[in-house]
């Protein structure tokens, strides 16, 4: 059974910097291109960053692009998200994912994770 467990989601100011993690399970870690989505309240899950299979290749949205990191550690079946002078905005529930094509496309996705909540103070 796949399983992908989100951590190291909490409240931080704006300007601060968080780091989540996302333990993968029941799966080729290394096989599968990584996501990281969010989701705030009353929107639509988003985009935020995906890595590939060997982490030489990440996208990023807009949004994000010079403030997070999305890294991953085959070794460990872990995929990480290092957000950097967060925003009020970027508040949400934050979900890792995994596909089988390194790819934006949430509906590509076929594992995903339970969510970890981020909360940015302004």
């Known amino acids: 059974q796949v399983q992908l467990v989100e951590s190291g989601g909490g409240l931080v100011q704006a300007g601060g910097s968080l780091r989540l993690s996302c333990a993968a399970s029941?799966?080729?870690?290394?096989?599968?291109?990584m996501g990281w989505f969010r989701q705030a309240p009353g929107k639509e899950r988003e985009f935020v960053a995906a890595?590939?299979?060997?982490?030489?290749?990440?996208y990023y949205a807009d949004s994000v692009k010079g403030r997070f990191t999305i890294s991953r550690d085959n070794a460990k079946n872990t995929v990480y998200l290092q957000m950097n002078s967060l925003k009020a905005e970027d508040t949400a529930v934050y979900y890792c994912?995994?596909?089988?094509?390194?790819?934006?496309?949430?509906?590509?996705?076929?594992?995903w994770g339970q969510g970890t909540q981020v909360t940015v103070s302004s």
């Open positions: 029941g799966l080729t870690f290394r096989d599968y291109g």
């Open positions: 994912a995994a596909s089988r094509i390194h790819t934006i496309k949430r509906e590509m996705y076929g594992y």
């Open positions: 890595i590939s299979w060997g982490g030489g290749s990440t």
